[in-house]
């Protein structure tokens, strides 16, 4: 077992997942893992890992805090939540006062769970891995980062916005942010609101996303683009459960893997360009001989100008929207893009985000996914912290190790204004060309999708006085 002895110690996750992906190849290696003294190089960052670990447990057992609490303070919530597995609701609420340990039998409802990935976009490479709780206690060999299908809610919504803009749609398209009802079949109508109960005029895609306005991105589905575009894209981008071709795309309600919605960002970060996520570089036998060398595959899924446009947008949310803790809160000040993400009933509870050197995905939620973390644990309050903590911390660190090589981590470093992307003084009452006498804002466009009319509102020195 000499292979798996050294890390397991740190990451046990990512070493159960190594050993499964070796098992996948022995056979047509002709190697027995267990007996060949076999050296496995991986792409495990140890300082990386250590580093998501300590956010990771730091989290958690606040997640874990505010949902006891949460349940001893409402019986009613504590005995709908373990009502099915037969436990004692008395006997739960003891563990639950005393912080004890929680019994296997009610696990599924009771202990917050959750998962994180740091990768390399560049390569693929998965730096550290976090698959479910570490506590010798609670560890077992579930590794959700890699086998749990959750709901991504609005961390689904980049993929949404971005079929918009290679649908030839503008960060200034404007649809409406009212009410609407949607069939979802013959039976059930479905009458989605925004999660702060918001409703507004006409709104920009930018915004939408900024502030992840869900009536917005149902509208972007009903009125802009068609579903199974958007399906096409998520499989572009190497989601590979079942997304389903419906209007309720819009909010994320196919589960997605932890892992893959973290590459799929990662292609974001990427400039288009797909990265499989990587967990071994080479296999040597005992006398240092190469077996097998595992090289990274990349392909260009998307050009590089439309996702310059999305990416800038989903700035945004971390310069701006509901993201933005990131920067007051937790200090970090690179570029960066990002999305939070909670699903309805609370059960799930998402940051994924990114800068152009790393891609970093947490997931935090119940097993049992019809229990909710508590009542205000959203994407920004249950997971955006892991993320926060475990980004600034690799920053300070200023480096990471791929392929026996170290990478430089900067934090002035952003992504080059593409080539096929124009910046464009606009009106930003109509946003259409400027006049001289427009109030204006900056806006990125693609170049053959610019605005080329002129604004009509402001066409003299006294039109903005005329009868609104």
């Not at 956010?55 to 303070?73: P, R, T, V, W």
């Not at 060398?293 to 700035?315: C, G, H, S, W």
């Not at 309805?344 to 152009?356: L, R």
Request: aromatic share 8%; net charge negative; proline share 4%.
């Amino acid at each position: 077992h000499k292979i798996f002895d050294s890390e397991s110690g740190l990451a046990p996750y990512f070493t159960e997942y190594i050993r499964r992906e070796l098992e996948k190849i022995d056979e047509e290696l002709d190697i027995n893992l267990y007996k060949d003294g076999l050296v496995v190089h991986t792409t495990l960052d140890s300082r990386i890992q250590k580093i998501l670990s300590n956010a990771f447990n730091k989290g958690i057992h606040k997640n874990q805090d505010i949902l006891n609490k949460e349940l001893i303070s409402d019986p009613q919530k504590l005995e709908d939540a373990i009502g099915r597995t037969g436990f004692n609701l008395d006997t739960a609420l003891t563990i639950l006062t005393r912080n004890d340990t929680i019994p296997q039998t009610v696990r599924n409802q009771l202990l917050v769970q959750g998962a994180g990935i740091v990768l390399d976009p560049l390569h693929g490479h998965i730096l550290g891995m976090i698959g479910g709780r570490e506590e010798d206690i609670y560890r077992d060999h579930f590794n959700r980062a890699t086998q749990a299908k959750r709901q991504p809610g609005s961390v689904f919504k980049p993929f949404i916005y971005l079929t918009a803009l290679e649908q030839g749609y503008t960060t200034t398209t404007e649809l409406l942010n009212q009410p609407l009802i949607v069939f979802i079949d013959d039976t059930t109508q479905w009458n989605p609101q925004n999660h702060d109960g918001s409703t507004g005029l006409l709104t920009t895609l930018r915004e939408g996303l900024r502030r992840s306005l869900n009536l917005i991105s149902v509208r972007v589905v009903q009125e802009l683009i068609e579903p199974k575009a958007i399906v096409q894209n998520a499989k572009d981008f190497g989601m590979t459960t079942y997304i389903r071709a419906v209007d309720a795309i819009a909010l994320g309600v196919s589960e997605v893997y932890p892992l893959e919605i973290t590459a799929a960002y990662g292609t974001i970060a990427n400039n288009g360009i797909y990265s499989q996520p990587l967990a071994i570089t080479r296999i040597e036998d005992r006398h240092g001989r190469i077996i097998k060398e595992f090289l990274p595959e990349n392909k260009e899924v998307q050009d590089e100008a439309t996702i310059y446009i999305l990416r800038d947008m989903m700035k945004s949310v971390v310069d701006a929207g509901t993201g933005g803790a990131l920067r007051w809160k937790y200090k970090f000040h690179a570029p960066a893009a990002g999305k939070t993400g909670t699903t309805n009933s609370k059960a799930d509870a998402w940051f994924v985000g990114f800068t152009p050197q790393l891609a970093i995905g947490v997931w935090v939620g119940m097993d049992d996914p019809a229990v909710s973390l508590g009542e205000k644990q959203f994407g920004s309050s249950a997971a955006l912290p892991i993320f926060g903590n475990t980004i600034r911390n690799i920053y300070d660190g200023g480096e990471f190790q791929s392929r026996g090589e170290t990478v430089l981590l900067n934090a002035k470093a952003d992504w080059p204004m593409s080539q096929g992307v124009v910046e464009v003084e606009i009106c930003e009452e109509t946003y259409e060309k400027a006049t001289r006498f427009c109030p204006t804002m900056k806006e990125i466009f693609l170049k053959n999708n610019r605005p080329r009319q002129q604004c009509q509102k402001h066409s003299s020195p006294f039109s903005r006085f005329k009868d609104k």
